[in-house]
């Protein structure tokens, strides 16, 4: 049996059977395609296309099949050269030419992209509530140490003192961007192509919009041409995904290099670390080093895809068969590092002693050029002369805070007394109180915004 030709046709060529078939991957649809089934019958009952009896005997077939697939009792045959196939053969063996009606009006090509449609939208919200509880595991850790210090890095150089807790945010807010991201794309998503059949809709009196209704899509496709060949919301679930893995990866990336013996600023939980097989000392953090290399993957699903988007011409092709894989494997590969970050998060240690050593004072040259600004200096004039006194720092071997008055007067007359008050990592950090900045109440600021956004 084959949904688009008779079993006396000719046969086809066995590797090019195997290369059309798309069973092997897209039978993981089978509960959006019985589902969307189950409602285009009733769609096609309430058109007067269907009697009650073969609504009734439709609808019992295909719970019956699905029972049988979700028990693995179901057996495929080697014509089933897709998901829907064998679901509609199996149909035909369990209740009879009934179920010949039920394509009536549809095509594959407004099925397949309906029943992908619905599988997004069903791990839409698995992806958002794994990220917000990546999220809350930052903002745990950030509340838990507020007041710890750590230096903040340009270039990977040590730039200026932030705290530790302004770091986890600096993560947890493009978490929240990508669940932003995920928002604002669903009702793209969200978009009813069924009944659009192959590329003209169908000309029977379907409710299409009682269908949207029932199967929980905000919206109906306003073209059918378009829809059937519209993949545009599989490139913005790539886009986001590939997004959500790069921030994995430089939250691994800081991460990876935070728990080295160099840097020494946390500790990772051994639960989420693997040992050598040679050397007996080592702890490796192959949790982080997995999440940075899967961006790589999630990232050449969009590229991929978009090249094969790039040429079609209008109406499907088949050529969109290849939106499957990648959609499913960037769903499963999300979920697997959702599944792992959230804990590593929550129970990795900041070591306190090693991120206030390596404070050091050089860190703080930008306060002096800001005392200078306070005394009515222009910056560029006081940034030249900061940049006098720290050369003169290091070619005398000795901190800014070690130099007398009289040689930063050299540099510049502003300087007074007054000026070894800004050398305090503490007070810089506290001076930056703005909105978004590092200072004590602008952290506390930033949770409490984060939690707000975490409960609409």
């Given at each position: 049996?084959?949904?688009?030709?008779?079993?006396?046709?000719?046969?086809?060529?066995?590797?090019?059977?195997?290369?059309?078939?798309?069973?092997?991957?897209?039978?993981?649809?089978?509960?959006?395609d019985?589902?969307?089934?189950?409602?285009?019958?009733?769609?096609?009952?309430r058109?007067?296309?269907?009697?009650?009896?073969?609504?009734?005997?439709?609808?019992?077939?295909?719970?019956a099949?699905?029972?049988?697939?979700d028990?693995?009792?179901?057996?495929?045959?080697?014509?089933?050269?897709?998901?829907?196939?064998?679901?509609?053969?199996?149909?035909?063996?369990?209740?009879?030419?009934?179920?010949?009606?039920?394509?009536?009006?549809?095509?594959?090509?407004?099925?397949?992209?309906?029943?992908?449609?619905?599988?997004?939208?069903?791990?839409?919200?698995?992806?958002?509530?794994?990220?917000?509880?990546?999220?809350?595991?930052?903002?745990?850790?950030?509340?838990?140490?507020?007041d710890?210090?750590?230096?903040?890095?340009?270039?990977?150089?040590?730039?200026?003192?932030?705290?530790?807790?302004?770091?986890?945010?600096?993560?947890?807010?493009?978490?929240?961007?990508?669940?932003?991201?995920?928002?604002?794309?669903?009702?793209?998503?969200?978009?009813?192509?069924?009944?659009?059949?192959?590329?003209?809709?169908?000309?029977?009196?379907?409710d299409?919009?009682?269908?949207?209704?029932?199967?929980?899509?905000?919206?109906?496709?306003?073209?059918?041409?378009?829809?059937?060949?519209?993949?545009?919301?599989?490139?913005?679930?790539?886009?986001?995904?590939?997004?959500?893995?790069?921030?994995?990866?430089?939250?691994?990336?800081?991460?990876?290099?935070?728990?080295?013996?160099?840097f020494?600023?946390?500790?990772?939980?051994?639960?989420?670390?693997?040992?050598?097989?040679?050397?007996?000392?080592?702890?490796?953090?192959?949790?982080?080093?997995?999440?940075?290399?899967?961006?790589?993957?999630?990232?050449?699903?969009?590229?991929?895809?978009?090249l094969?988007?790039?040429?079609?011409?209008?109406?499907?092709?088949?050529?969109?068969?290849?939106?499957?894989?990648p959609?499913?494997?960037?769903?499963?590969?999300?979920?697997?590092?959702?599944?792992?970050?959230?804990?590593?998060?929550?129970?990795?240690?900041?070591?306190?002693?090693?991120?206030?050593?390596?404070?050091?004072?050089?860190?703080?040259?930008?306060?002096?050029?800001?005392?200078?600004?306070?005394?009515?200096?222009?910056?560029?004039?006081?940034?030249?002369?900061?940049?006098?006194?720290?050369?003169?720092?290091?070619?005398?071997?000795?901190?800014?805070?070690?130099?007398?008055?009289?040689?930063?007067?050299?540099?510049?007359?502003?300087?007074?007394?007054?000026?070894?008050?800004?050398?305090?990592?503490?007070?810089?950090?506290?001076?930056?109180?703005?909105l978004?900045?590092?200072?004590?109440?602008?952290?506390?600021?930033?949770?409490?915004?984060?939690?707000?956004?975490?409960?609409?």
């Amino acid at each position: 049996m084959r949904l688009w030709g008779t079993s006396e046709g000719s046969s086809l060529d066995p590797a090019f059977e195997r290369l059309n078939a798309s069973l092997p991957f897209d039978r993981r649809l089978y509960p959006q395609d019985i589902r969307g089934s189950i409602a285009w019958a009733r769609a096609l009952a309430r058109a007067g296309l269907l009697t009650p009896e073969e609504y009734h005997a439709i609808v019992a077939g295909l719970e019956a099949v699905k029972t049988e697939l979700d028990t693995g009792a179901f057996t495929f045959h080697p014509t089933d050269e897709d998901i829907h196939t064998a679901v509609e053969r199996r149909l035909t063996e369990c209740i009879g030419p009934a179920a010949g009606k039920l394509h009536t009006g549809r095509s594959r090509n407004d099925q397949v992209a309906t029943d992908l449609r619905l599988f997004l939208m069903e791990a839409w919200p698995r992806l958002d509530e794994g990220l917000r509880e990546l999220e809350e595991a930052l903002a745990t850790q950030a509340e838990a140490h507020l007041d710890l210090l750590m230096p903040g890095y340009t270039h990977l150089q040590r730039a200026q003192p932030i705290r530790y807790a302004h770091w986890c945010l600096a993560h947890a807010w493009a978490f929240e961007r990508d669940r932003a991201r995920l928002r604002d794309a669903y009702p793209y998503l969200a978009t009813l192509p069924l009944g659009s059949g192959a590329l003209s809709g169908t000309p029977f009196p379907v409710d299409r919009e009682a269908l949207a209704r029932e199967l929980g899509f905000l919206s109906v496709s306003p073209n059918s041409l378009d829809a059937v060949s519209d993949r545009d919301f599989v490139a913005e679930f790539l886009f986001i995904a590939a997004m959500i893995g790069v921030h994995f990866s430089r939250l691994a990336e800081d991460l990876i290099l935070f728990a080295s013996a160099e840097f020494g600023f946390v500790a990772l939980d051994p639960a989420y670390t693997t040992g050598s097989s040679l050397m007996p000392q080592k702890r490796n953090p192959d949790a982080l080093e997995l999440a940075r290399a899967k961006a790589g993957r999630l990232v050449g699903h969009l590229m991929g895809f978009l090249l094969v988007l790039k040429g079609l011409p209008s109406g499907y092709n088949k050529d969109l068969q290849e939106d499957k894989e990648p959609v499913f494997d960037a769903v499963d590969t999300l979920e697997a590092l959702l599944a792992v970050l959230p804990g590593l998060v929550r129970t990795m240690q900041p070591r306190p002693e090693r991120m206030r050593s390596a404070l050091e004072e050089a860190m703080l040259a930008t306060e002096l050029a800001d005392y200078l600004v306070r005394k009515g200096v222009p910056f560029r004039e006081a940034h030249r002369a900061v940049s006098g006194l720290v050369e003169e720092s290091l070619r005398e071997g000795k901190p800014l805070s070690a130099l007398p008055v009289e040689a930063m007067r050299r540099h510049h007359p502003a300087f007074d007394s007054d000026v070894y008050a800004a050398l305090d990592s503490e007070a810089a950090v506290e001076r930056r109180a703005i909105l978004g900045g590092t200072a004590r109440g602008a952290i506390e600021a930033q949770i409490q915004a984060l939690r707000a956004r975490w409960a609409t």
